[in-house]
């Protein structure tokens, strides 16, 4: 493995040798972040990438996975999938799969953003190697050495509540109708509190007081990392950020919109545990 993580460029033979130097098992080969499933939704296994006619630009290791080992795979934008099989995206994959399956997914799909985006030191510009299944490029220039590990962007996520009413917005590129909980990156020098506190006054011009933290989770697109809380209004009027917010108001716990985020994501556990709190059912209806 050790030669094939440093390799530059090029593509991976996984045919004959390959396979029968380790990496046989199972399979989470992305085309972007399109994943290859088989018709059951299963992962390829085995020597089923070989019938793709095209070999992995990269491979990363991930472990056991269901007691067979498991590798990340980026193949090439113009892989066609086997027969049997078929590329979907991420995202539309997420409410339909396992949660382990989908967490070890999540990890795949960073990983493999990782290794691409960091194959030259962003110090000196000179290549970088990884040794062995360690999660590190390290640049090759002897006088800069610097390790680059695989990055995440904290991002803060908030249920705003306002008795038994919410906020809830939507950006420009939302699909029409739909509406969630708002988020922001935290910037350089934040805490993620403070990162909340100015995102909901740079988006909606509102001051909250009483956060708690809810829960977390890994967003690999590209590579953030979700951090979820629970706050109460304070003061200020709804006015949205142009650039940002299209729309964004207060929802009753009876008179939420139609269309909310899917239940593998934190925006929907925020959503979920405001109705419970609030003695709704939840999905509606």
């Keep these: 493995m050790a030669d094939m993580n440093g390799k530059q460029d090029g593509r ?26 088989s018709d059951a939704r299963t992962l390829p296994a085995g020597d089923v990438l070989g019938a793709l006619g095209a070999a992995p630009v990269r491979i990363q290791a991930l472990g056991d996975f269901g007691g067979l080992p ?10 066609e999938p086997p027969a049997g099989f078929a590329f979907t995206h991420l995202k539309r994959l997420n409410d339909h799969l396992p949660e382990r399956l989908r967490q070890i997914a999540a990890r795949a799909l960073e990983l493999l953003e990782w290794d691409r985006a960091h194959r030259f ?66 910037d350089a020098g934040e805490s993620a509190e403070e990162a ?31 951090l979820g809380f629970q706050a109460d209004y304070d003061s200020g009027d709804i006015v949205c950020a142009p650039d940002e917010i299209e729309h964004a108001d207060f929802f009753h716990v009876d008179a939420l919109p139609a269309s909310l985020p899917g239940p593998s994501t934190i925006a929907h556990w925020l959503l979920r545990d405001f109705c419970r709190r609030h003695g709704r059912a939840w999905p509606a209806g």
């Excluded at 498991?70 to 892989?79: F, S, V, W, Y």
């Excluded at 190697?129 to 390290?138: A, F, S």
């Excluded at 006088?143 to 809830?168: K, M, N, Q, T």
């Excluded at 509102?206 to 990392?225: D, E, G, K, T």
Aim: charged share 20%.
């Design 121 to 186: 030191c962003g110090a000196c510009g000179s290549p970088t190697l990884q040794h062995g299944d360690t999660k590190v490029r390290t640049c090759t220039n002897p006088d800069c050495r610097r390790e680059h590990y695989p990055r995440v962007s904290p991002v803060v996520i908030v249920a705003v509540e306002r008795g038994d009413e919410i906020l809830l917005g939507r950006s420009h590129h939302f699909a029409p109708g739909f509406y969630s909980t708002l988020a922001g990156f935290v």
């Design 196 to 226: 909340l506190h100015r995102e909901l006054f740079e988006e909606v011009a509102l001051r909250v007081r009483n956060l708690r933290y809810f829960a977390s989770q890994p967003w690999p697109f590209p590579h953030s990392l979700m």
């Design 12 to 37: 991976i033979d996984i045919s004959g040798d390959g396979l029968a130097s380790g990496l046989r098992g199972l399979w989470l080969a992305f085309r972007g972040a399109e994943l290859l499933l």
């Design 70 to 79: 498991c590798h990340a795979a980026e193949l090439p934008a113009d892989a």
